[in-house]
């Protein structure tokens, strides 16, 4: 372990050793000791998180929520960062996610452009003052270009997934009355095919019971899969991800874990929990509604309607989401069928994709 002497190092010891155990392993703990003592403070101040994630020698995700914890306990400070899509200047002036606005003003040459949380907006994350001084030789840009072109940026999109992020900080949002523009997002809903009928044969209580154990298994199984559960409507869920494969894995996912829970529970065939699942890839604005995160848009109504037109035990994606190169593969073992559709508040008709697993019984 680097030892800068003094308390300096102890102090940054003891701040990491005073990290939840839940969340950090033993080891882990010693490689973020190290990398917050590194000798070189260009790789502390408004570090790249993949940068950080190959000092900790762990994926992405993992690191961002390690990364939370620490800027819960006061160890890290987190960065919301602005680019200029032109001269490429990086405003540094956003302390929180309050701060940003619809519409973005660049310090540098005076450009205003909608606030792009995929393209402009970005996180970094810098060591606290409070564990040790960073002197002026830490901010150097040419330094921190050079780890990007390496690396690329997190976006700011991509902790606004994290519900790590979300439940750690639920005063981190967008400020009421803006948006921020979401270039490419899979909004993903579900819902239960026959819930009414449900409730009227097993009563009010033991199908709640039913349909909060599926609750469960779909906001882990969204969690796992690197997404975000936006809220749920009755017995809807509402997701979204910033990698769309990363949906449709999760909608897979999520028809396998049912198909356990009702061979578990030995329901009879006329009680099985049936899901439906729509996905739509595409562009909208995130948005603080009723004190949370939410997304409003074309995308959200596409994936809204399709899944209605679901029968249930399928997964119902647009063109653009059938059009990834790997989505074929991802579901080899299930069949397609193609219907055209005319959705409510939608002018033209939208071609959607049903993938259907071959045998329910034998996910």
């Known amino acids: 372990m680097l030892n800068f002497g003094g308390s300096r190092g102890q102090t940054i010891a003891k701040a990491v050793a005073g990290l939840r155990a839940e969340v950090i392993t033993a080891n882990v703990r010693d490689r973020l000791t190290n990398f917050l003592q590194i000798e070189d403070s260009r790789e502390l101040y408004h570090a790249n998180p993949r940068r950080i994630a190959a000092h900790l020698q762990l994926p992405e995700r993992e690191t961002l929520n390690i990364l939370l914890v620490c800027l819960q306990a006061g160890l890290v400070v987190l960065n919301w960062e602005v680019q200029c ?67 690329g940026a997190v976006s700011g999109h991509r902790m606004l997934t994290l519900n790590a992020f979300r439940d750690l900080f639920p005063r981190e949002r967008v400020p009421p009355n803006e948006s921020l523009l979401v270039r490419r997002v899979a909004i993903l809903f579900t819902d239960l095919a026959g819930s009414t009928a449900l409730y009227s044969r097993r009563g009010d209580a033991r199908a709640y019971n039913l349909v909060r154990q599926h609750f469960n298994l779909l906001f882990s199984i969204v969690d796992e899969h690197n997404g975000l559960v936006v809220k749920t ?11 769309p494969m990363d949906a449709l894995r999760a909608a897979i996912a999520m028809h396998r874990q049912i198909a356990h829970l009702n061979q578990e529970l030995k329901l009879a065939p006329e009680d099985c ?60 073992d299930w069949t397609w069928q193609r219907r055209t559709h005319m959705l409510k508040g939608i002018d033209d008709p939208v071609l959607v994709h049903y993938i259907q697993p071959v045998l329910t019984a034998a996910l």
């Open 273 to 332: 929990l049936i899901l439906k699942v729509g996905i739509d890839v595409g562009p909208c604005i995130s948005v603080t509604l009723n004190d949370r995160p939410d997304y409003f848009g074309l995308t959200v109504n596409t994936a809204a309607r399709i899944q209605a037109t679901s029968q249930g035990n399928d997964i119902a994606v647009t063109e653009a989401l059938a059009d990834e190169l790997t989505a074929s593969s991802l579901a080899k």
């Open 85 to 151: 899509p032109v001269c490429g200047g990086i405003d540094f002036n956003p302390k929180s996610l309050i701060d940003l606005r619809t519409y973005h003003t660049c310090p540098a040459c005076h450009l205003v452009h909608a606030t792009d949380a995929d393209n402009q907006v970005r996180v970094t994350f810098s060591l606290d003052d409070r564990l040790r001084k960073l002197g002026s030789e830490a901010d150097d840009p040419q330094f921190r270009q050079t780890i990007d072109a390496k690396y």
């Open 233 to 243: 409507i009755g017995d809807a869920v509402m997701g979204a991800f910033t990698v």
